[in-house]
């Protein structure tokens, strides 16, 4: 009798084995079939409605991690089919659980209602450069609770999605481009609004990052050592400050060759010698 019981057991559990190990095989085929179907569906449909990269990406993104959580439910129920159970009773007192858990869960709910709202009215795409929830920098991705942030010193930040009260997205239009430079006291401001200008000029005709300007706009401040000049440009997204390190060093070239100084802080050491 105790063998005949072993016997079921081995036949049982070898017949639950090959279950499992089907439900695993269709499991590793239909994963990444179904990436490669959301990503052919959202190129086809990216040159449909001419939608931008960022906005492909998000979308895309997004669709892959509802098939990821879908996939895996679906993978947990098949599992526990395997072994014969009666998953009915186990769903209604799965969803009673959940009901229970729902009340101390509100935040991941706020999540996804927030995200479904940033996602639907498109305050962020991905590569856009925002400020959001305290930390600023490029969005890599926009998912269901979160929203990844890559910051300029390569820290990615998980923003949950419900502390996103306002989006600063930095990334929609021209960006402007703002330096002030200061030129010293004894310099003739007309002069070097002159040279600033003809630099500004020369830029514009050879820099396709720019849009419109660069333009000296005057006089920003009167300082104590120095009178600084503003110059304003519009550029490309996320090109404004490649092109204010080139417009820096052109007027620091030009003032130089124009004979007009750039002020630095000055230190006068004055030296006493006592005499007995």
Not at 44 to 53: A, C, F, H, V
Not at 75 to 88: E, N, Q, S, T
Not at 189 to 200: F, G, N, T
Request: glycine letters at 10%; hydrophobic letters at 45%; proline letters at 2%.
């Amino acid at each position: 009798m105790d063998f005949f019981n072993m016997e079921q057991l081995a036949t049982s559990a070898v017949a639950i084995g090959g279950k499992i190990l089907l439900i695993l095989i269709v499991f590793a085929l239909l994963a990444p079939i179904g990436r490669r179907v959301i990503h052919s569906s959202m190129n086809q449909l990216g040159k449909r409605q001419n939608l931008t990269e960022g906005r492909k990406q998000t979308l895309e993104k997004l669709l892959l991690s509802i098939y990821t959580y879908v996939l895996f439910f679906i993978f947990l129920v098949m599992i526990l089919g395997a072994f014969d159970l009666d998953i009915g009773p186990m769903l209604a007192a799965a969803g009673i659980v959940g009901l229970a858990i729902g009340f101390g869960a509100q935040g991941i709910v706020s999540d996804v209602v927030t995200g479904f709202f940033i996602l639907v009215e498109k305050q962020i795409d991905v590569d856009d450069y925002i400020t959001a929830g305290g930390e600023n920098g490029i969005v890599e991705e926009l998912g269901l609770r979160t929203t990844q942030v890559r910051g300029f010193d390569g820290t990615l930040h998980f923003i949950p999605n419900r502390n996103i009260l306002n989006v600063n997205n930095h990334s929609r239009g021209n960006m402007r481009a703002l330096v002030d430079i200061g030129i010293s006291y004894d310099a003739s401001i007309d002069e070097a609004m002159v040279v600033l200008q003809r630099v500004c000029d020369d830029l514009r005709d050879s820099d396709e990052r720019i849009k419109d300007g660069p333009n000296v706009v005057g006089v920003q401040s009167i300082g104590s050592s120095d009178i600084v000049l503003r110059i304003l440009a519009q550029t490309k997204n996320m090109e404004q400050w490649g092109v204010e390190r080139e417009i820096r060093k052109r007027i620091k070239e030009a003032l130089d060759e124009a004979g007009i100084d750039i002020p630095f802080p000055h230190q006068e050491i004055i030296m006493k010698n006592d005499q007995d």
